[in-house]
């Protein structure tokens, strides 16, 4: 059935048909589920080694030809000029972009909720949120509408997402993926992963859209192995697991008790697993939630009504800018901008944002003692499992549910989540992170968890099925 395959699978699979079965997916499915923004309406097919093998775009990723909205108003028309870098090297090596997801206005966001054009569902329980801000990435991969997709991870919005839907999200070391094309929320924390139904094809698809970019300063020269070591074993690792997790009092049990079976996982595989402290863990949140507005506020600057974008005329300059904005962005994303540019303004610089940049570095130094002794670090990926669609409206409530991985943006070190389990009828995820440039470690260690998880077969995630 298409909509189990992986990337491996269509590799021996007859081409011609897998994008009309991904849009005859679509078409059947995406009424109710909502993943997408916009559909291809004449999919590009190149030659190369993965020729006709459909994948989907998170709609902050420019596609040349194709809308690229940040599920925003003020970007609503945007048709973009250009691919981005990582797009670029999907379609040289063949594969055929369907269209683009749905995802949280500009990122900001854990539900997709906060689009400004509407709320996907899980396909798992349609009255639930599929996570955020790749919420409509996940979406797609999970009920098999494509055979992966692309997402962008700020913190934790490939991840979180992947956990709620049950399918796997992997967030590179920063500076491995070029961010050229993906439209900015706070450069130094994203970087854009794959959302895929198996921890190889998330490897293989790194392989193609890893690598130096003359168009991003910010990526590095540096030649990471993501597949050769990828399914030998873990015997003799050591893994560390933050004593924070356990004093979080948001933790759900049932999560609780998932995250406890993958540690007795990790010892049937020959690992070792031992409790550590971090005790700048716990102003991760607080760090970026200073850190990525005041970015934001800065990047966002360009969407003033004059050089690209909604447009609505007023009288004076300043009346154009105000109103071209407030009809443009959503609540989640003005109050962003707010305090982003409260905490860069002169009176609160020091007392906010330069504080927060301590914080991360005194956080980077806590992680990266850790793994200098161990191989992983080990959390649930969420405290908590997909919710109900209108269920939260306190913004610090989303805010935490990012507490296992906004750290891994903030250090810039590689994370995984993959499935393990359920928790109230609903998929949990098991996060995985590693050294900076120890991506083929992290992708291996998940890997192995895959293969022995009790809630896959034969190594293969269950998937929902999606009827109409």
Do not use: H
Not at 172 to 186: D, E, H, K
Not at 318 to 334: D, L
């Amino acid at each position: 059935m298409f909509e189990k395959m992986t990337v491996e699978d269509c590799l021996n699979s007859n081409r011609e048909e897998l994008i009309e079965q991904s849009l005859e997916r679509i078409r059947s499915t995406d009424p109710l589920i909502k993943s997408f923004i916009s559909v291809a309406e004449k999919v590009q097919i190149n030659d190369g080694p993965y020729k006709g093998i459909p994948i989907a775009i998170k709609d902050n990723i420019t596609t040349k030809g194709l809308k690229t909205t940040c599920a925003s108003k003020i970007l609503e028309n945007y048709i973009a000029p250009y691919d981005a870098t990582c797009v670029k090297r999907l379609k040289d090596y063949g594969f055929a972009i369907v269209g683009k997801t749905n995802m949280d206005e500009f990122a900001m966001g854990s539900s997709t909720e906060r689009s400004a054009f509407f709320t996907t569902r899980n396909p798992w329980n349609i009255d639930c949120v599929p996570g955020g801000s790749s919420g409509g990435s996940a979406a797609a991969v999970a009920s098999g509408q494509v055979i992966a997709s692309l997402g962008s991870d700020t913190g934790g919005s490939v991840r979180q997402p992947a956990s709620f839907c049950g399918v796997v999200g992997f967030k590179p070391t920063y500076g491995l993926v070029s961010r050229y094309g993906l439209i900015a929320f706070a450069s130094s924390l994203d970087q854009v992963g794959p959302i895929t139904k198996s921890v190889k094809d998330a490897a293989l698809i790194m392989e193609i859209i890893a690598g130096k970019d003359p168009f991003d300063s910010t990526t590095v020269s540096r030649k990471v192995d993501f597949l050769s070591q990828i399914e030998e074993g873990v015997e003799k690792m050591k893994f560390a697991v933050p004593e924070e997790v356990y004093e979080y009092e948001q933790l759900d049990n049932e999560v609780a008790e998932r995250f406890e079976e993958a540690l007795k996982t990790a010892e049937k595989l020959g690992a070792s697993v031992k409790r550590v402290r971090i005790p700048s863990m716990k102003y991760a949140v607080a760090t970026y939630y200073v850190i990525a507005p005041a970015e934001a506020s800065s990047n966002l600057a360009r969407y003033d009504g004059v050089k690209y974008g909604l447009r609505i005329e007023e009288t004076g300059l300043k009346g154009t800018y105000m109103k071209t904005r407030n009809v443009g962005f959503g609540e989640e994303v003005r109050r962003r901008i707010v305090l982003g540019t409260f905490t860069l303004s002169a009176a609160y610089y020091e007392a906010y944002f330069n504080k927060a940049l301590k914080v991360r570095r005194i956080l980077s130094s806590d992680v990266n003692q850790i793994l200098d002794r161990f191989d992983a670090i080990l959390t649930p990926t969420s405290p908590v499992p997909a919710f109900k669609i209108g269920s939260v409206s306190d913004p610090l409530t989303y805010y935490l549910m990012d507490i296992f991985t906004v750290p891994a943006n903030l250090v810039g070190i590689p994370a995984i989540s993959i499935p393990f389990g359920f928790a109230r009828g609903m998929p949990v995820g098991l996060q995985i992170m590693g050294k900076r440039f120890d991506d083929g470690k992290v992708l291996r260690i998940a890997r192995n968890f895959e293969k022995r998880s009790p809630y896959n077969d034969n190594g293969r995630i269950p998937l929902p099925v999606v009827r109409i």
